[in-house]
């Protein structure tokens, strides 16, 4: 849902007229300014299609130059006008959106080549063919962009091509006035006794938010403590994602639903990237008074820290029914989750054996709420023994995904991977399968894996991952199957977008990632779709009830020396 402000409206004025004029543009502001979605929605939806042809990409840390050219010549239609000038059909002119502008790095003479080769398209009207070394004249392209700060800004010899428009954030007027749009619009079948809540709902969601932003700071041991209006609208997707019989039902406290509801999602979005015990806290005590305020009643009488609760999808093993509701029985969850397991261990060659005690339920429900929504992605970050992986393999079983994993291996070759995420591409996208990609930092060392993963996350897709036979192979068979299902019938052009939506939409990632080092860091900093386009889950080590569970379990498996230990398990446990 795109909600029109005063600001976007005017912005979407002036684009319009530079595409008209035929003048590159560029949008700069903050991080949650909605550049990217401004800019989309302009050139996929307002735009004539038969006349502008939209080509979207986005540059990283660590782009090429030669990353860039091939990107941009594979999405070019190269129809041969005249000897060395090359453009889209005839009649029709490529609109070609860069994202994340000021990203590339600069070398070793301060240069930055990617930008270079923009300039040289802007100025020369082409750039050389690297095989051929002959120079190619590119005609019927116009250049737009976006940037973001915390990067040096683009050579002014690339800058002055660009007529430059600032975003600024949103004032919170116009926050709650987006938010409680969205809100009105889900809520619009529910009773009127639900959607009175809108207005505190939307009060609570903005003003947590703003007292994050002011109270948790980047630092170089919490680089992603990063927040923007994505992750506020994750909260309120959250709230919106709650079954209509869940608010509905006339035995339930509205109050306290919400509240919960709130806490719940809240805590998910800000408090799981936390790196400490002692910032989780710092939160609730945040979120406490806020909400104690809003809904008029004392928050340990909403929400009571002595009892259990989480919220998920998963409660229907068949998987006809996927309502997100609130689980408040432990006992309840931890059965149906042995069902989960009964039911993966009797269909896979590799078991799941794992000890059901909460914290590994709590972080369960974490992993499962992230694979449920669309475009959800999970970075988890912590040691190994936490069971990332483990817990990732249940969730996916639990949402009827396919799960799509490498062999464990360091430094996997580059060809393997590009192979690996051609075959599950294919899967999602002609298929139509819903996949969850698990990787982690260690099968991952070199930077141009994080480049494929930055532009997957951001824009659901990797350039020039296939080559044209395999194009071609993938239009045919997506074509067979729309025709066997009587769809219409496409042309090669509609065939891969609907081949790209479909690999967006199915396609979930999950990076598993050590905090130990320097590379955490940098790649936060150079590949920052890690942070803007993924829910961050900070494993914290095991608290001392989970490492008891542990240990109990552990000597009980173990027939040898148990009568000399009968009765002294506890000490034993708490001396380790």
Sequence with gaps: IFIPTKDSIRNN??????????????????????????????ILEELDQTKYIPLITVLSANTKREQLQDVLESKLEKQKRAKGIYGPLMGTKNIIFIDDLNMPNKEKYSAQPPLELIRQAIDEQGWYDRKALEFKTIVDIQFLAAMGLGRPNIPNRLNRHFTTVQLFEYDEETIKYVFKTILDHGFATMPEKVKTFTGRIVNICVQTYKSVCKSFKPLPGKSHYLFNLRDLSKVIQGVLSVSEAELTDNHVNLVSKFAKLITYESKRVFSDRFVDTKDKQDFVYILKPIIAEYFQEPFDKLVPSEEFFVFGNFMDQSGAQRLYKEINSLEAYKNIVKLYIDEYNEINKRKINILLFEECLDNLAKLNRILSREYGHALQIGLGGDGRRTLTRLATWMQGYDLQEMEIQKDIPLQDWQDFLREVFRRSGIKNNKCTILVTDSQLSKDIFYEDINNLLNIGEVPNLFKADD??????????????????????????????????SNLHLVLCASPIGDNLRLRLRNFPSLVNCSSILWYLPWTNDSLKIIGMDALAAHEEGKDLILGKESDLIDIF
């Excluded at 002036?14 to 979605?37: D, N, R, S, Y």
């Excluded at 074509?479 to 790209?500: C, D, H, I, M, P």
Aim: glycine share 4%.
């Design 13 to 42: 004025y002036l684009m319009k007229i530079m595409v008209k004029q035929e003048f590159p543009f560029l949008l700069f502001g903050k991080t949650g300014t909605a550049k990217t979605q401004v800019i989309k929605k302009l």
């Design 471 to 504: 194009k071609e192979a993938i239009i045919s068979d997506l074509k067979t199957a729309y025709a066997k299902a009587g769809k219409r019938n496409l042309s090669n052009l509609q065939a891969w977008e609907v081949f790209l939506t479909n690999c967006k």
